[in-house]
């Protein structure tokens, strides 16, 4: 099954790529722009399972920011975070749509929290996934500016490398990645790293009311509890997960991860891992009754 592929005009005149797909409570997803293509994501061996888990319990708005999957592609240095609220803004003022629960991944999380800060009284509850508040935390990781460094020299070689970044070399989740990325970016965006560098939403994330869940692999470094999200505590719960669990595929088949919207289900309740990520329990010795 394909989906439905729209467009939007944004209010400077862009056109934004949509897709909605499920039945249910609705949902926004911002997408990481390096991995995101409303036609190709929802077909994607990995990515596909992911959406498709979260389509069963929600309606699910999916959309491509400007410059990346089927939206105009405008050269990337000229791409902001205004620029990125303002399309979803367009997209979510088209499906007419007054309150939801929004996720985010990766380089999606901070439009993200700038549109939940902005936009509190639409924003039901948010999730984060692997997320960063400030864009230099990820960029000025060694193996970021490896990746980019080999983008200019070769985008086949750099983009089959996220992949395997992502994945872990061998894994069959690993295969076909790297053209996936091609899909949905050019090879300039890799080279928008001032502008990129620059986005900064830690005051913003401070201001977002919604509960706020923070999910991300144990491995990743720039992702912690203070760039993931900023907002209050008790809104917001840090679950880890192993890198080499394939997040993508099992946090789509847990329980609690992505539903978020039915409000019988509080967010701030946290989600149970997948069985393989949690140690066995000590099974308590019975006790012997007394001896009479």
């Not at 609705?26 to 995101?36: E, K, L, R």
Request: glycine share 8%.
């Amino acid at each position: 099954m394909e989906l439905e592929v729209r467009y939007v005009t944004t209010s400077d005149g862009v056109r934004i790529a949509y897709a909605i797909a499920g039945s249910g409570p609705p949902m926004v997803t911002f997408s990481d722009p390096i991995a995101s293509h409303v036609q190709l994501g929802w077909s994607h061996p990995v990515l596909g399972r992911f959406f498709q888990e979260m389509a069963r319990r929600n309606t699910v708005l999916f959309f491509d920011f400007r410059g990346c999957g089927l939206s105009d592609r405008l050269p990337a240095h000229t791409v902001t975070l205004d620029d990125a609220v303002r399309d979803a803004e367009a997209v979510v003022q088209r499906v007419g749509w007054r309150e939801f629960a929004m996720n985010a991944g990766g380089g999606g999380s901070p439009a993200a929290i700038a549109f939940a800060a902005r936009h509190p009284e639409q924003v039901s509850r948010l999730a984060l996934a692997d997320g960063f508040a400030r864009a230099n935390d990820m960029l000025s990781q060694p193996q970021v500016q490896a990746l980019i460094a080999a983008a200019k020299l070769d985008w086949i070689l750099a983009t089959e490398a996220i992949g395997t970044a992502a994945f872990g070399a061998g894994r069959e989740e690993s295969s076909g990645y790297g053209a996936y990325i091609r899909s949905c970016i050019d090879p300039e965006y890799m080279q928008n790293t001032d502008v990129l560098a620059a986005i900064d939403v830690s005051e913003l994330a401070g201001a977002v009311k919604a509960p706020t869940l923070v999910l991300k692999h144990s491995g990743l470094q720039y992702s912690t509890r203070r760039s993931g999200g900023g907002c209050a505590p008790h809104q917001r719960i840090c679950q880890r997960w192993d890198r080499s669990d394939a997040c993508y595929q099992r946090a789509g088949s847990s329980s609690g991860a992505y539903s978020l919207a039915p409000r019988h289900r509080p967010l701030h309740r946290p989600c149970r891992p997948h069985r393989d990520d949690v140690p066995p329990r000590r099974r308590a010795r019975p006790r012997r009754p007394p001896r009479a």
